[in-house]
């Protein structure tokens, strides 16, 4: 038997090849093309995502000479750091990191937290209308925000609750402009993409054999003991992917950034006034009439957008799994 | 007949948990989705004026809305644009994420490296850094340049030359260059339809590919006949997930449009106009497509 096997596996491809009738042969050079397309597909696929943050990090070390000199492409000639400094200058970088690493942090915590909560709800019982307020929930992702945009932004700006404001002070909240609104969405699970979140949370739960629940409530264990103790230890790898996503998304959101916390300095917002911070510092601070050309705006902002988001790829890095591994393990279904 | 059995015991007290789980969610949906909704339909409706203390609406009947068609000179130009765009990029977008999720889903060396680099766009393509990227006149003065010294000859601009001359179909040769062109935004836009799709081949069972190689299909009778049905609810989820991501994108010029007229016109009524038109539009499309789509998807129970 073991001596058969070994000559098959002597024989030469060509015999084997004949004793296939030529499928063998038909069979390796098609997956060896396949493999060959494939990698150059995937090179250029790769390439044309990449190459815009190359661009930019090569575009932020140049001097503005560089930016008008046709033989200039992708390596500066005249090495510079000062885009750095200004773009730096500009959006008050340290600051504002501060707050946005701040803010994101404790929004997407809030986010997944409510969210978590509502998911295991809508997974692991069964109440009456339980239907209607899921339904309710993929309303939720479906509406975009712009739609009600008007009605919040009136409603924050003359906040109250049922006139409790206005009988004790007289006058209603003006809430825009600070960090409150937003909290209070978050705690609703109203923030930005929270439907989404809801949704993936309670497919995740929804899989957990039951048997696994019932053993902890013989144990003794109450419905909330149940939730934290047995539940939550192996949603780990969901949950941490949803939070990555919220801090992500909270850190580039311009929409409820801008609608509610104007005054607060986000880099998501300081980003987008850096080009006329630029024109202004150009015309008042060095005097040139003339203001800032496109090509050095554009390489400002292009050094703004990197500072924004060198952070996110080092986290993108380092939790890489995070983001990508667990979500497409989890087997989103309808 | 149905029994009533009113619950009791464990069934009750768990269904009040389940209330409690879900409280939060309610609480938040009542005040910040449902009367919002109402209140912005009512705006529509209504000028709004807003003074020191409170904001009045007076009601004026559909006034926003003929205003938005016929004295407003950029929406409905806008809305046709921003549409047909979604439409466009929409199904490019499912295209490309359902064939890059199958390549990513066989295995080859630096597959890791790979996705990746894939699903980057999440993050880099998100909030407000989409809209930043769009306007680099830069970039585009450097491929301008770049297209000069070649001498113009790149292999999409000539076959597209050849192919309108040709005259046959011109609209629809047209459609499919744009979309050639602007493969960096489909690219950027389908990091999330890509996990999704992957997520989704990852559950179906080998076995059904090896009892259909023992049956001898060939790989493209797999992809049609157990790839496809298998996966094709998500084909709804993505569809769906991109019309509505498209709408958030900070690139929307209908939607900055809206904003633009509630924060700096202070005109309420008018935003909430055009916001309604939009998410009118928007809701229609969805409905209409996912009725299409979802008699299409195969549910494997």
Redesign the interface.
């Known amino acids: 038997m073991s001596k058969r096997k070994q000559t098959a596996a002597v024989k030469s491809f060509r015999e084997r090849n004949r004793a296939s009738h030529g499928y063998l042969l038909k069979k390796t050079v098609r997956t060896g093309a396949w493999k060959l397309v494939r990698v150059f597909l995937l090179f250029g696929m790769c390439f044309l995502i990449l190459q815009p943050i190359l661009n930019k990090i090569s575009i932020s070390f140049m001097a503005e000479e560089d930016l008008y000199n046709a033989m200039v492409i992708s390596v500066p000639e005249h090495f510079t750091t000062d885009n750095y400094q200004l773009a730096m200058q500009f959006m008050d970088y340290g600051k504002t990191l501060c707050n946005t690493v701040l803010v994101s942090l404790t929004i997407a915590l809030l986010q997944i937290a409510m969210c978590t909560l509502a998911g295991y709800g809508f997974a692991r019982f069964e109440f009456p209308l339980k239907n209607f307020w899921f339904a309710c929930v993929i309303m939720m992702i479906v509406i975009p925000p712009q739609t009600i945009s008007t009605s919040l932004h009136l409603h924050f700006r003359y906040f109250d609750i049922f006139g409790i404001f206005r009988l004790l002070t007289g006058e209603s909240l003006n809430l825009r402009g600070s960090v409150a609104p937003y909290y209070l969405m978050s705690l609703g699970c109203m923030g930005l993409k929270n439907g989404l979140y809801i949704f993936m949370i309670r497919q995740f739960f929804r899989n957990i054999p039951k048997e696994l629940e019932e053993a902890s409530y013989v144990d003794g264990c109450g419905t909330l003991k149940t939730f934290l103790r047995i539940m939550l230890p192996d949603a780990k790898p969901i949950l941490t992917s949803c939070f990555l996503f919220s801090f992500v998304w909270q850190w580039t959101d311009g929409f409820y950034s801008g609608m509610f916390l104007g005054n607060i300095k986000l880099l998501s917002i300081q980003l987008q006034m850096i080009g006329e911070r630029l024109g202004s510092y150009i015309t008042n601070t060095l005097h040139n009439a003339a203001g800032a050309s496109v090509g050095y705006t554009n390489c400002i902002v292009a050094t703004g957008t990197l500072l924004v988001i060198v952070p996110l790829l080092v986290l993108y890095l380092f939790a890489q799994k995070g983001f990508v591994e667990s979500l497409s393990s989890s087997g989103i279904k309808m | 007949m149905k029994k009533i059995k009113k619950a009791t015991g464990l ?1 009750r ?10 409280l ?6 009542l ?3 449902v ?3 109402f ?2 339909l009512y ?1 529509s409706l209504c000028s ?1 004026e ?1 003074g020191p ?3 009045r609406s007076l009601y004026q009947g559909l006034a926003n809305y003929t205003r938005a068609f016929t004295v407003d000179t950029e929406f409905a130009r806008l809305l046709v644009e921003e549409i047909s765009r979604m439409c466009v990029n929409a199904l490019a977008i499912m295209v490309f994420s359902f064939f ?1 999720a199958l ?1 990513l889903n ?1 295995k ?1 060396k630096g597959r890791a490296l ?11 393509s ?4 989409l ?3 769009y306007d ?4 585009s ?2 491929q301008d ?2 297209m000069e010294t070649t001498g113009n000859t790149s292999i999409t601009n000539a076959l597209e030359s050849i192919l309108i001359t040709a005259g046959v179909g011109a609209q629809a040769f047209q459609i499919v260059f744009d979309i050639v062109d602007g ?2 935004d489909v ?2 836009a389908s990091g999330i339809q890509i ?2 799709f ?3 081949l ?2 179906i069972s080998v076995n059904m590919y090896e009892a259909a190689d023992i049956e001898g299909c060939t790989s493209w009778e797999k992809l049609w006949k157990i790839t496809f049905p298998m996966i094709s ?2 084909f ?2 993505n569809w ?2 991109t019309i ?1 991501d498209f ?2 994108r ?1 690139d929307n010029q209908v ?1 900055e449009k ?2 633009d007229t ?2 700096v016109n202070l005109d ?1 009524g008018f ?2 106009a055009m ?2 038109v ?2 009118g539009i ?2 229609v499309l ?1 409905g209409v497509s996912s009725a299409i789509i979802s008699k299409g ?1 195969y549910y494997y129970e």
């Not at chain 2, 680099?136 to 970039?139: F, K, M, R, T, V």
Request: hydrophobic letters at 65%; charged letters at 5%; proline letters at 3%.
């Open positions: 069934k007290q768990k269904a009040i948990s389940g209330y409690l789980f879900i939060p969610f309610i609480l938040g949906f005040a910040f989705m009367k919002p909704f209140q912005s705006m709004v807003v203390g409170g904001f890059v390549i066989q080859f790979v996705r990746a680099i894939f699903f980057l766009p999440v993050i880099l998100s909030g407000v850094i809209g930043i990227e680099n006149a830069l970039l003065s450097v340049a770049i493969i960096y690219a950027i996990i999704i992957l997520s989704g990852q559950t609810s998500l709804l989820v769906i997930y509505v709408c958030m900070s939607m809206i904003s509630m924060i309420y935003a909430s916001a309604w939009y998410f928007v809701i969805i998807v």
